[in-house]
């Protein structure tokens, strides 16, 4: 069974960075996407950043273009997700996502991490 295991987060002021990252423990699958969600109190969960494993190809969401990246370690099946100019609003859960093959099976799956607490403080 896959888990997708997460790190980083915290706690910061408005204007700082904070990092993120997240890889698969136990067997290995080949990514074909991950990328990152978050979960505001009160908001419904949604889309930050993805990355494709094929290409590098990345994509956000509009409030955090230009100050999110996101990056990957293709040894390691690990992404992160580098949080600069941080602002209150960022506020949020953290999950992990990742789209995941396994040729051994030939079976993809989609997966999520525990989640991380991202707290900006005003």
């Known amino acids: 069974q896959v888990q997708l295991v997460e790190s980083g987060g915290g706690l910061v002021q408005a204007g700082g960075s904070l990092g993120l990252s997240c890889g698969p423990s136990g067997r290995t699958f080949r990514p074909v996407t991950m990328g990152w969600y978050r979960q505001a109190p009160g908001k419904e969960r949604e889309f930050v950043a993805t990355?494709?494993?094929?290409?590098?190809?990345?994509r956000y969401v509009d409030s955090v273009k230009g100050r999110f990246t996101i990056s990957r370690n293709n040894a390691r099946n690990t992404v992160y997700l580098q949080m600069n100019s941080l602002k209150p609003e960022d506020t949020a859960i953290y999950y992990c996502?990742?789209?995941?093959?396994?040729?051994?099976?030939?079976?993809?799956?989609?997966?999520w991490g525990q989640g991380t607490q991202v707290t900006v403080s005003s």
């Open positions: 996502h990742a789209d995941l093959y396994d040729p051994t099976r030939d079976f993809r799956g989609a997966y």
């Open positions: 990355m494709n494993w094929s290409d590098g190809s990345t």
